[in-house]
């Protein structure tokens, strides 16, 4: 009786260590992934959660909103007439509201869309309460995006991100008239279209966009748009569901914060993005899957004092690296273009009749 009382305990001594090494394995094996998976999202513990389908925007709305909200700036149409007293502060309501911009600097430079206003007719009011005319109004004819300058002091500048970093069905932000944050997610970085005539881009503007699953309201226009981070990321231009990427003023912002003027590269040529036509008859036919084909249907494919067409380029070439940098879906030849000076040569690699060459383009 004895031994096999023994027996037993044995066996079931063997059952209970190997449940608890089980249960050890499944946790470390379980630690891994999610520290793997957290990595993968390259932004820190937030950014990856927001991939998570149970997490729920509110939380991130209560933290984000205090931080975000004080960096923009709402533009108004001046009242008709001003009965609550000599205040002008208390002469600003929703259906004057005209659009909305970033705070770039402390001392009052901000960024909105072109969105046709006349912005020195307009009014800013700050997020404490602040009212001040618009006193400088310059365009920036790539990004469609505009800089305002007002007189201020003590603003509380955005923090920009990496628009490209956020993917398809991340989480963001935009503000709305009453200081709340909006919850909404990215649909798509890259503009794609159906109709051949849209397939042609030219390199001198800015081709993506920031489509966002939701549409707002147009007296949004120029509203930014912040990622989890909290981090601007894009600004609204007001029609629908479609924002510009914050990331193509970076390459000119401190020198125009300097100057107060802004200078751009062109190397004049239209072409379609390969790397956005899989399966159009226009990409079967090419000998690369990737790259810039300059072609425009019907028409010259070069504006006028074109640098493309100085330094050489033809109607069917196609161009498939800027300096060493591969184009494809997510680097767009308008965008790499813009990030250089005017009067700097870029060495462009070309196929053309199914041969390799390199052409120098000195940016006009």
């Known amino acids: 009786m004895l031994n096999t009382m023994f027996k037993l305990d044995k066996k079931g ?33 937030s950014y990856a959660l927001q991939r998570v389908v149970w997490r729920m925007p509110s939380e991130d709305i209560s933290r984000l909103s205090p931080q975000l909200i004080p960096s923009v700036v709402k533009l108004y149409r001046p009242a008709v007439s001003n009965n609550l007293g000599a205040d002008i502060r208390n002469s600003y309501f929703s259906d004057d509201l005209a659009g909305a911009a970033l705070v770039l600097t402390a ?62 069905g991340d989480y963001l932000f935009l503000p709305d008239d009453d200081d709340n944050l ?6 798509t970085q890259y503009s794609y279209s159906e109709n051949r005539g849209d397939l042609v881009r030219f390199s001198d503007v800015l081709n993506r ?18 990622n989890i981070n909290g981090e601007a990321v894009g600004i609204f231009e007001g029609n629908g569901n479609y924002g510009v ?33 899989k399966n159009q008859a226009l990409w079967k036919n090419q000998k690369s899957p990737n790259g810039a084909l300059i072609w425009r249907s019907g028409e010259i494919p070069f ?32 965008e790499m273009i813009s990030e250089y000076e005017i009067g700097t040569t ?19």
């Open 13 to 45: 001594l063997f059952l209970t260590v190997a449940v608890v090494i089980l249960a050890l394995l499944s946790g470390a094996i379980g630690g891994i992934f999610i520290q793997n998976f957290i990595s993968a999202g390259g932004g820190g513990f």
């Open 107 to 168: 001392d009052g430079w901000l960024v909105t869309f072109n969105s046709g206003s006349d912005f020195f007719a307009l009014r800013a009011l700050a997020y404490n309460r602040e009212g001040y005319k618009i006193e400088k109004v310059v365009r920036d004819g790539f990004s469609h995006l505009v800089f305002l300058k007002i007189p201020a002091e003590n603003l509380t500048p955005a923090r920009f991100g990496d628009d490209r970093e956020p993917a398809s």
């Open 182 to 187: 909006l919850a909404t997610s990215l649909v």
């Open 209 to 226: 966009r920031l489509a966002l699953r939701d549409s707002f309201k147009k007296n949004l226009v120029g509203m930014p748009i912040f």
């Open 245 to 277: 990427p914050l990331e193509v003023i970076k390459p000119i912002l401190s020198s125009f914060l300097k100057s107060g003027t802004i200078v751009r590269p062109g190397l004049g040529v239209y072409y379609a993005n390969l790397s956005l036509l």
């Open 303 to 334: 504006a006028s004092k074109s640098a493309g067409r100085t330094a050489g380029l033809r109607l069917g070439d196609i161009i498939i690296k800027v300096e060493s940098d591969n184009l494809n879906a997510r680097h767009d030849l308008a």
């Open 346 to 364: 870029v060495n462009l690699t070309v196929i053309r009749d199914g041969q390799e060459i390199r052409v120098p383009v000195t940016l006009k």
